[in-house]
């Protein structure tokens, strides 16, 4: 990609009609501008590199790259416009990531011992392809989204950067860079995985920097989740107050972190709330910050999953009386004389409610009514159970903290009688779920000074959607930034039998195999690899379990939802082998990095 620089993003010097060009587009482009401002990056940062890789003494390293870190602070401080302050932290950040690998694959290939005299890596011989490098589309990207091609004047602002070229390295050295120069900042992303993939992967750079407290990944539920916890626990208040203890009057909820117990939650649970409780009471010394929200992938952030859809937390309610009145539910539910309403009222179990949590007659009412609705609906909603937990698909993972009241509830009763999960599982789950009110996603951006974000599909948004960006959120300038491989040359005709076929259900299965045997083969003298890529799990499973695939069977790997975090990497490294084959659901078509390090391929 090094032969697609500067002009080339910039379509200097392009010969081909204007629309058919693969050249940075956008709001405001300056393209004179942006070309100076990236060739005065790239002298210094080379000329950082440079001088970095000449030591060869690790100490001496260590040294190296503690300086440029002081040295970016040290320019936060000088009162620098905000210009030059972008400009100089963006070649401080990336001198030293670049530094930073060189020094650690120096390490690796030398056994540990980097007081060498081979002169490969110095004077005359070293070049700028011995180093990782950030690509200029991915600095121009950033610039852009700084406003250094505006005079550092931060804005409402969309990037477009195509799937697999740099939106990670792009977010996260934004993200530095804003914590820097004072902003608290929120990467949003829509997968669970890959925002932890992408935080684990940067993390010791935001710890060099020393930002990592005002830098938070998670995903929109989990970001939602933390504005509406900011200045205390919701579930845990309305917990306390129908338990018959107020919230703490100074809008915090009362949290002990000093105590082992917090009732009606599991350890872990307990263990998230005091940590919870201890961020925000630190987040208190940064209240001067202004936020500003990252988002990855917009067009998956207008869907209906998520902007016309709630976030609706729960607290838990749980006590020994509670726990018998589920059981007496549970147990009675195939006959419907005892789940009539009358019939409950009369039970000890129900008076035992009653009396422990007076004045809430009308929560255990509705409660016993709700569970009677569920208890033979249970199965209405797909789940699986993996170790003795029930988890539901949220995206591309299963979330074991997605909570469906009581159809959840029901379903450790039926897979506790079916021996798939513990008593202390069922005991977890005894609880009456409180609704602590809806709230909507497409809200929780407005509590931001500044919204960015960028996505591989920004040029695929309905007129509608560009519309609602503009009108509700205050989005109005866009930047598309050309590839980094230059023009697409991939070949897909949709009208071509080679690309779509349409076949019978009995054909479907005999046709997957014959595209996986055509394709494997290739006409390249070697086995290609081979990912498969299905609509939903259950179509994935009965293709494996198909007569048609059983030659594949065991030795095809499967990536699902359902798939643990370990076994998710293991699955993505080796899917780009030779004569590999890859079954997954189609969540992992966007946004998963198959990196190949198969010489053969």
């Not at 050309?482 to 009995?506: E, L, M």
Request: hydrophobic content about 35%; charged content about 25%; aromatic content about 10%.
């Amino acid at each position: 990609t090094r032969a697609f620089g500067i002009d080339a993003i910039l379509g200097i010097g392009a010969t081909a009609p204007s629309h058919t060009r693969n050249f940075l587009r956008g709001d405001e482009i300056k393209g004179d501008d942006i070309k100076i401002l990236y060739e005065e990056f790239k002298k210094k940062w080379w000329k950082t590199v440079e001088d970095g890789s000449a030591v060869k003494v690790e100490a001496a390293q260590k040294a190296f790259l503690a300086n440029i870190v002081f040295g970016a602070r040290a320019n936060v401080n000088k009162g620098l416009s905000k210009l030059e302050c972008y400009k100089t932290l963006l070649v401080s950040v990336f001198s030293y990531w670049t530094l930073d690998k060189y020094y650690s694959n120096i390490v690796a290939m030398s056994d540990g011992d980097v007081s060498t005299d081979d002169d490969s890596g110095s004077g005359t011989n070293r070049n700028e392809d011995q180093y990782l490098q950030p690509h200029c589309a991915q600095i121009v990207a950033i610039m852009r989204l700084l406003g250094v091609d505006c005079a550092g004047t931060l804005s409402n602002h969309l990037a477009q950067i195509k799937t697999g070229e740099g939106k990670s390295v792009t977010l996260a050295g934004t993200s530095i860079i804003l914590a820097l120069t004072g902003y608290s900042v929120d990467c949003a992303c829509y997968s669970e995985y890959l925002s932890a993939r992408d935080y684990k992967g940067f993390l010791h750079l935001f710890n060099a920097f020393g930002v990592s407290q005002y830098i938070k990944y998670g995903t929109f539920n989990k970001l939602c989740e933390d504005v509406i916890n900011s200045n205390g626990s919701v579930r845990l208040g309305v917990t306390q107050l129908i338990g018959g203890k107020s919230p703490a009057a100074s809008g915090d909820f009362d949290i002990d972190t000093n105590t082992s117990q917090i009732q009606g939650y599991d350890q872990q649970e307990q263990q998230e709330m005091k940590e919870r409780q201890l961020v925000l009471t630190n987040s208190k010394l940064n209240l001067s910050r202004q936020r500003i929200l990252l988002i990855d992938e917009v067009d998956v952030f207008l869907n209906e999953d998520f902007y016309g859809s709630t976030y609706s937390p729960i607290a838990k309610l749980s006590d020994p009386s509670i726990a018998a009145l589920m059981t007496y539910v549970w147990t009675n539910r195939t006959d419907i004389s005892k789940l009539r309403f009358t019939s409950i009222e009369s039970t000890g179990e129900y008076k035992k409610c009653l009396q422990r949590y007076p004045g809430w007659e009308e929560l255990i009412k509705n409660t016993v009514k709700a569970m009677c609705r569920d208890v033979n609906s249970f199965d209405s909603v797909a789940y699986v159970v993996v170790d003795g937990a029930i988890g539901y698909k949220n995206q591309d993972a299963i979330s074991f903290k997605t909570n469906y009241g009581f159809l959840t509830l029901f379903a450790y009763f039926k897979e506790k009688d079916n021996g798939r999960v513990g008593q202390n599982d069922l005991e977890k789950h005894l609880y009456i779920p409180l609704y602590c009110g809806s709230f909507s996603y497409s809200e929780v951006p407005h509590v931001y000074e500044y919204k960015m974000g960028v996505s591989g599909t920004l040029e695929s948004l309905s007129d509608n959607e560009r519309e609602l960006l503009k009108k509700v959120y205050g989005i109005n300038k866009m930047t598309y930034v050309p590839s980094v491989y230059g023009d697409n040359k991939r070949g897909f005709r949709g009208d071509h039998a080679d690309d779509v076929q349409i076949n019978s259900s009995a054909g479907h299965h005999i046709a997957i195999v014959e595209e996986i045997e055509r394709r494997i083969k290739g006409d390249c003298g070697y086995k290609r690899a081979i990912l498969v890529f299905f609509e939903t799990k259950k179509m994935l499973d009965c293709f494996l379990k198909s007569d048609e695939c059983a030659v594949y069977a065991h030795t095809a790997k499967v990536l699902t939802e359902e798939t643990s975090v370990i076994s998710k990497e293991t699955v993505i490294q080796s899917a780009v082998s030779s004569g590999s084959i890859t079954l997954l659901t189609r969540e992992f078509g966007r946004g998963t990095d198959f990196i190949c390090y198969d010489d053969v391929l």
